[in-house]
Nanobody, 119 residues
Framework: VQLQASGGGLVLAGGSLRLSCAAS????????MAWYRQAPGKQRELVAQ???????NYSDSVKGRFTISRDNAENTVSLQMNSLKSEDTGVYYCYALRVVVGDGTSHYWGQGTQVTVSS
């Protein structure tokens, strides 16, 4: 399984970016897909996640500004980021979780894409 993240870049505070994560093969396999981020000197943290049922969950710091979505036909998960703040700066990672009854849990990570918000 490969997860390819793209869409990062440099943006002014208040601006928008859209991240995309392309999976090799169907994303129906994944119970959960998510975006994490890691700021310099900080631990990696969950930003947003979406389940196969399309139920979503967001960290408090991004609620109302970020939207996660999944396109099963295109095998992609996207993160629309609006009203960006300097504290949103970091490396954003795509993540996928697969649970198979009787076969355990598998975790997959993309390579990360840098987001820099300039104030």
């Amino acid at each position: 399984v490969q997860l390819q993240a793209s869409g990062g870049g440099l943006v002014l505070a208040g601006g928008s970016l859209r991240l995309s994560c392309a999976a090799s093969g169907s994303i129906f396999r994944f119970n959960v897909m998510a975006w994490y981020r890691q700021a310099p000197g900080k631990q990696r943290e969950l930003v947003a996640q979406i389940r196969t049922s399309r139920v979503t969950n967001y960290s408090d710091s991004v609620k109302g500004r970020f939207t996660i979505s999944r396109d099963n036909a295109e095998n992609t998960v996207s993160l629309q980021m609006n009203s960006l703040k300097s504290e949103d700066t970091g490396v954003y990672y795509c993540y996928a979780l697969r649970v198979v009854v009787g076969d355990g849990t598998s975790h997959y990570w993309g390579q990360g894409t840098q987001v820099t918000v300039s104030s």
